[in-house]
Nanobody
Framework: VQLQASGGGLVQAGGSLRLSCAAS????????MAWFRQTPGKERTFVAAIQRGGQTTHYADSVKGRFTISRDIAKNTVYLQMDNLKAEDTAVYYC??????????????????????WGQGTLVTVSS
């Protein structure tokens, strides 16, 4: 499956953005989906995940209560609604998908190695 992320941009602290990740070329509804982010010189870190079926979500502590991940099966798209943005949220955001058809123990959703399909990234810049 190919993933295309969009929606990044420049926003002031306290503002909101919604990222989108459109999937094509493969099945979507049976895949676990996630967002990660990366800043220069640092490793890519987990932000949020949504399990196949769309009922269960997982969040990094740093974004819990501010970010919401969701998916639209009809549009083959996963979203990341980001509210009350902070300067430390500045990063390139990547969407990711796993191979599909699997359910994991909770901690596995936070791992990069769980996902084998990655989008190209979209830059979010939060000015303070």
């Amino acid at each position: 499956v190919q993933l295309q992320a969009s929606g990044g941009g420049l926003v002031q602290a306290g503002g909101s953005l919604r990222l989108s990740c459109a999937a094509s070329g493969g099945t979507f509804d049976n895949r676990n989906m996630a967002w990660f982010r990366q800043t220069p010189g640092k490793e890519r870190t987990f932000v949020a995940a949504i399990q196949r079926g769309g009922q269960t979500t997982h969040y990094a502590d740093s974004v819990k209560g501010r970010f919401t991940i969701s998916r639209d099966i009809a549009k083959n798209t996963v979203y990341l609604q980001m509210d009350n943005l902070k300067a430390e949220d500045t990063a390139v955001y990547y969407c990711a998908a796993d191979r599909g058809g699997r359910t994991y123990s909770s901690n596995y959703y936070f791992l990069r190695s769980t996902y084998n399909n990655w989008g190209q990234g979209t830059l979010v810049t939060v000015s303070s």
